[in-house]
């Protein structure tokens, strides 16, 4: 008889995750200086709080500590076209429907179907939109749009545009606009184009900043290097469902997003020396995450390297959200084992550049296994961005955290001000 395992997954009711953001806290713009933003520095171990400017972050992170940053790139995704009756439509370019990675299919030419959010009315299958523009160097641009198919509330649209020797990227370049978060009551401005983008910004396809990277400088990087501090770069592509609402009150009924990820074999040949690095003591041996998106980047590699060391290689390309939750009743490896047999296992694959899907749910309750530090901003409210921040830090403490932001004056969510969490 086959033994079903019964996963463990927490009951916990958002409702308990809630705080009072005044609108006025919700940062509109940026700052004219990235690294001129708040930081706040909390010990979860110790409870302690203290307050710096991100400028000072060198200073804070211990030397041999290892920085992650997410190098994803926004792409310019929000287009205004027209329907054949002159009604407006707002489209938000999410995901290509295809196996294509979001930046190898903004660098090809031709058509092209990307499943996006649309606002108007009346937009059914068959639908065809259009848009006329203008650009100096081409002269007069044209989109064409079809909508395809509904799917979930969203719409699968199939693009084609003139000229069309030009890159979708190339295209969006000229015609599109940069998607701000739904929070920021205004119309992106050329500066977004900037603004909105880390500095060490690489890989197209996203559709949101990873804003906790929003406040490095190259001066910030340098000062980091200097002090011993190494640093690489994972991509994780942000999608809309970030700033998806909770759909239940109790996780266990929330659909968590997917969002597609990659790794380098070279980086988590890195990652895995460091954590297998005898020299490093547990004190010294500091892992610290860049934002939420690579940490969920980051905790999905450990549970890869469980699944491969269990021999459930079926579906690696697609963590769901639970299924730590399921492994977490097995055996457990140690973290440096953990990516040294997922690193085994691409070895023997000779995949240089692992793509997957996660939908991973950090949720309260849950036990870190890869990072004891934590780069981040400050979020919404009942989000699950939020429980990701009350799972690190405590259920208890995270609340003294925002109690502290608020009361010194933090600004919050994309544009706000920083904080750096240990463990």
């Given at each position: 008889m086959r033994n079903f395992v019964i996963m463990k997954i927490p009951q916990i009711n958002i409702n308990d995750y809630n705080y009072y953001l005044p609108s006025e806290r919700i940062a509109q713009f940026p700052l004219q200086e990235r690294d001129n933003s708040k930081l706040l520095f909390a010990d979860c171990s110790s409870k302690s709080i203290e307050h710096y400017y991100f400028r000072d972050i060198p200073g804070i992170i211990p030397s041999e500590s290892l920085l992650i940053r997410n190098d994803t790139k926004v792409f310019p995704a929000r287009l205004y076209v027209l329907k054949p009756t002159g009604g407006n439509v707002e489209i938000l370019i999410e995901s290509p429907v295809s196996h294509l990675e979001p930046q190898i299919a903004l660098?090809?030419?031709?058509?092209?179907?990307?499943?996006?959010?649309?606002?108007?009315?009346?937009?059914?299958?068959?639908?065809?939109?259009?848009?006329?523009f203008f650009s100096d160097k081409y002269g007069k641009l044209i989109l064409n749009a079809k909508i395809l198919e509904v799917k979930e509330g969203k719409r699968v649209i199939e693009f084609t545009w003139e000229p069309g020797n030009l890159a979708f990227a190339d295209f969006l370049d000229i015609i599109g606009k940069v998607p701000l978060p739904p929070y920021i009551h205004r119309v992106a401005l050329e500066s977004d184009t900037n603004t909105y983008q880390t500095v060490f910004a690489k890989v197209e396809?996203?559709?949101?900043?990873?804003?906790?990277?929003?406040?490095?400088?190259?001066?910030?990087?340098?000062?980091?290097?200097?002090?011993?501090?190494?640093?690489?770069?994972i991509t994780l592509h942000v999608g809309s469902g970030t700033f998806a609402p909770m759909k239940s009150d109790n996780v266990e009924g929330h659909s968590m997003h997917y969002e597609q990820f990659s790794v380098n074999l070279a980086k988590l040949e890195i990652l895995h020396k460091y954590l297998n690095d005898n020299k490093l003591s547990e004190i010294k041996r500091r892992i610290i995450s860049t934002g939420t998106t690579t940490t969920r980047t980051l905790e999905t590699l450990y549970w890869l390297g469980m699944k491969?060391?269990?021999?459930?290689?079926?579906?690696?390309?697609?963590?769901?959200?639970?299924?730590?939750?399921?492994?977490?009743?097995?055996?457990?490896?140690?973290?440096?084992?953990?990516?040294e047999e997922f690193a085994n296992y691409l070895h023997k694959l000779n995949i240089k550049n692992f793509q997957g899907e996660t939908s991973m749910f950090i949720v309260p309750g849950y036990d870190f296994k890869i990072i004891n530090g934590l780069i981040t901003n400050f979020h919404l409210p009942k989000s699950t961005l939020l429980l990701l921040i009350a799972s690190f830090a405590g259920s208890d403490f995270y609340k003294k955290i925002y109690t502290s932001a608020l009361e010194n004056d933090y600004r919050f969510l994309s544009y706000g001000d920083s904080s750096i969490l240990f463990r």
């Open positions: 660098k090809e030419q031709g058509p092209q179907s990307w499943l996006c959010t649309v606002r108007g009315k009346h937009l059914h299958e068959g639908l065809d939109l259009r848009g006329d396809g996203s559709i949101a900043a990873p804003t906790a990277g929003l406040h490095f400088t190259p001066n910030v990087a340098e000062n980091l290097a200097e002090k011993g501090i190494q640093t690489i770069d491969v060391h269990l021999g459930k290689t079926k579906n690696l390309n697609d963590f769901r959200q639970w299924d730590w939750a399921e492994l977490n009743d097995e055996n457990l490896l140690n973290p440096a084992d953990a990516i």
